[in-house]
């Protein structure tokens, strides 16, 4: 294998291997993207492997609402009592609200004295930092004195921080209290828990709780708002686009149990959750709203997708039964972008927003061809779409509506039967889901297409076969990333007809996922927040937007050179051009001629450059070793200059992911002595060092809990 090396690069054309003269158009090209928005990189979110309550939706407390469905039992799991207590599940007849019916009840024992309550485990942990914490608790029951919110160690008796707060209880009401935490420390690592106490003798034998809630401080700082390292490492990406609520998520189990939009709005205890579809119960907390505001706060385009009557087991919405779902997504729509003077822009203003959202696109349903669906490909080309479609249509022309197939589904065999054969005002989604080898054998998928989203695309398997026992891979790996980042080019060369492209899943919690593959993984501790190999794929080509793509010619076929090219007119006319070499039986690099049309002999450019430098295609970015050794991939940028005839000439190693831009702004001069330019948000992310050690096995058995 060959590691990348600075003089390498900029080494002229080695004789082994032929050179690839790329001469790039000024002019001839197609507007990317639509609605005045260039073509963007961007995540489908879906509250999956914990991605939303326990990930980037900020609450510290799991199971804080005692919330259930008909999958998932109501239960006290989670928490743990102190000292002599029994906790129960309790359905009162004086409710805290008819979405919260259940509660946990505290009974003190006969003899209890001093101090006793529960403690809550996070979510497989609770970060503790000399921070600013926010939390609330109601309370039903007669207690004079006062509750001790802390913040303890679930290995040592060690409180870091504690505050008391004046009991309002009262026997025959819910009481609210509020509270604020700041720790006098830091905690040493994340296992630790939050705990509630009070005065055995002020208690008239019970109390009961509900909705016990604790934040640290949020992603510009929004009240019930997401956790800040996780929503980072994402705005890093410098992503364009946020799809949501997400794939099966938004189909739910059951017709009955779809994700309702208008559950998750308003007050928290007026919120009753969501059944989840990944095997656990979801809090709503991550609402509409919620949604929403991330979008505004990224500055990210939205594609929002409705409910479009078919369920995950097969449940299909009769015609005659539509109407008020139809009605619903054009409620949803309203609530959006609707005017303060209609109902749903009025309340979207009540809860503190009385600007409309941006909203372009939206998409009718998800995945509705899998064949596992009897009679959901047929209903929804028969009406369930048109019907949608039409509706939408009349009540807002300029949206775009997405419908929830590719042209090649349900599958390329019988694509010229039954594929996407919708009015010429809709676009597809294309989920691909492939080998490396797969992704790589697309690259030319949309050149002669219908436009379409790329709503869900990731590496997730290895090529030829299974080396993990079938399973998805365990992290995205290096030849993965690479063989993305040679779709994700292909892709941009049609960005005239796709307008974003979207990661699948986003996130995911090493403690309980169903998905391995994702471009983020986390725990309860922020040192473990990892971006995988082909974020910075994904980063690169992000920072280096294109506003027009341009035509090129070569001297060679695509293989294993892969390219694109365009210009950024925000940027002044940059001429950018990005490649990917995908060459797995052959280690030479790759000699690489690009000449802009126009480019004068002496103008300068910055090349940026991704190399695995341990020549192993399967490494990969691994969360459990220390943050000094984590990232894996090399990020190497150096300043080219044109020679006589305009040409910029460099070499690229295998396996590795390019982009070559004449951007003045990346060409500030260096300082004498000062290395070679590495400045942009995608290289080289290093935090102190870190240590924690991965059970053996842990990819083959249950997931990895850590706490306790």
Not at 250 to 262: M, Q
Not at 317 to 336: G, H, M, R
């Amino acid at each position: 294998m060959v590691s990348l090396k600075v003089a390498a690069i900029a080494a002229a054309c080695a004789a082994s291997v032929a050179a690839v003269d790329i001469s790039v158009s000024s002019s001839g090209g197609n507007v990317t993207g639509k609605f005045g928005h260039p073509y963007g990189y961007g995540f489908l979110h879906e509250d999956i492997n914990n991605s939303g309550d326990g990930g980037i939706y900020a609450e510290l407390i799991q199971n804080r609402a005692f919330q259930y469905s008909a999958n998932y039992s109501v239960s006290t799991d989670h928490y743990y009592p102190i000292n002599d207590v029994e906790l129960s599940i309790e359905f009162l007849d004086e409710l805290l609200s008819a979405a919260l019916p259940a509660s946990m009840r505290v009974t003190v024992g006969d003899d209890s004295t001093g101090d006793v309550g529960f403690e809550n485990e996070g979510y497989w942990g609770i970060d503790v930092k000399q921070q600013l914490y926010t939390g609330s608790f109601w309370v039903k029951g007669s207690y004079d004195g006062v509750f001790t919110a802390s913040l303890q160690s679930n290995l040592t008796d060690e409180v870091f921080g504690s505050v008391e707060i004046e009991s309002q209880a009262v026997a025959d009401e819910w009481t609210e209290h509020a509270f604020e935490l700041t720790p006098d420390t830091d905690a040493p690592n994340s296992n630790n828990t939050f705990a509630i106490t009070f005065d055995a003798a002020g208690a008239d034998g019970a109390l009961d709780f509900n909705l016990i809630s604790l934040f640290p401080p949020t992603y510009k700082g929004r009240k019930n708002g997401l956790r800040i390292d996780i929503a980072e490492a994402l705005a890093g990406m410098n992503p364009h686009f946020l799809r949501f609520p997400g794939g099966n998520m938004l189909e739910g189990l059951r017709n009955d149990s779809f994700w309702d939009w208008k559950d998750s709005l308003g007050p928290l205890r007026e919120r009753p959750g969501f059944q989840g579809v990944w095997g656990y119960q979801q809090t709503h907390g991550l609402g509409l709203m919620e949604y929403l505001e991330w979008a505004e706060d990224m500055g990210l385009e939205i594609i929002l997708a409705v409910w479009a009557g078919l369920s995950l087991n097969g449940d299909v919405t009769a015609q005659e039964d539509l109407q008020p779902f139809i009605d619903d997504a054009l409620n949803e729509i309203e609530f959006v972008v609707g005017s303060t003077d209609s109902t749903w822009g009025a309340y979207r203003a009540s809860l503190g927003h009385p600007e409309p959202f941006e909203l372009n696109y939206v998409e009718i349903g998800n995945e509705d061809w899998l064949a596992g669906f009897p009679g959901g490909w047929d209903s929804y080309r028969e009406y369930r779409f048109p019907l949608f479609h039409d509706a939408i249509k009349a009540a807002y022309p300029d949206i775009q509506i997405v419908a929830s197939s590719a042209s090649s589904d349900p599958s390329p065999e019988t694509a010229a039967e039954l594929g996407l054969d919708f009015p010429e005002d809709t676009i597809g989604d294309y989920h691909p889901y492939r080998e490396p080898d797969e992704l790589v054998e697309e690259f030319d998928r949309f050149d002669n297409d219908i436009g379409h989203i790329i709503g869900e695309v990731a590496a997730v398997h290895p090529n030829g076969g299974s080396k993990w026992n079938g399973t998805l891979v365990p992290y995205p790996w290096w030849i993965g990333a690479v063989g993305e980042a040679v779709s994700l080019i292909g892709y941009e060369r049609n960005s005239d007809r796709i307008p974003g492209t979207f990661y699948a899943p986003v996130l995911k919690n090493e403690n309980r996922y169903q998905w391995s593959i994702t471009l983020i993984q986390f725990a309860a501790d922020p040192l473990m927040t990892t971006r995988a190999v082909t974020w910075y794929c994904w980063s690169l080509f992000a920072h280096h937007p294109i506003s027009e793509t341009v035509p090129t010619t070569s001297t060679s076929d695509y293989g294993p050179l892969y390219w694109g090219a365009g210009k950024d007119d925000a940027r002044g006319g940059a001429m950018v051009w990005k490649g990917a070499v995908f060459n797995t039986t052959n280690s030479s690099s790759v000699p690489v001629s690009v000449h802009f049309e126009g480019v004068a002999s002496g103008t300068r450019a910055n090349l940026t450059v991704l190399t695995n430098p341990s020549g192993d295609p399967w490494a990969f970015n691994d969360p459990f070793v220390p943050l000094a050794d984590r990232n894996i991939v090399q990020t190497t940028s150096i300043e080219l200059v044109a020679s006589g005839n305009g040409s910029f000439t460099f070499e690229l190693p295998e396996l590795s992911v390019a982009v070559l831009d004449t951007d003045p702004a990346l060409l500030a001069p260096a300082a004498p002595g000062a290395p070679p330019y590495s400045g942009r948000p995608h290289g080289g992310w290093r935090r102190p060092g870190y240590g924690l050690k991965r059970p053996s096995g842990w990819w083959a058995g249950k997931p990895w809990y850590g706490h306790h």
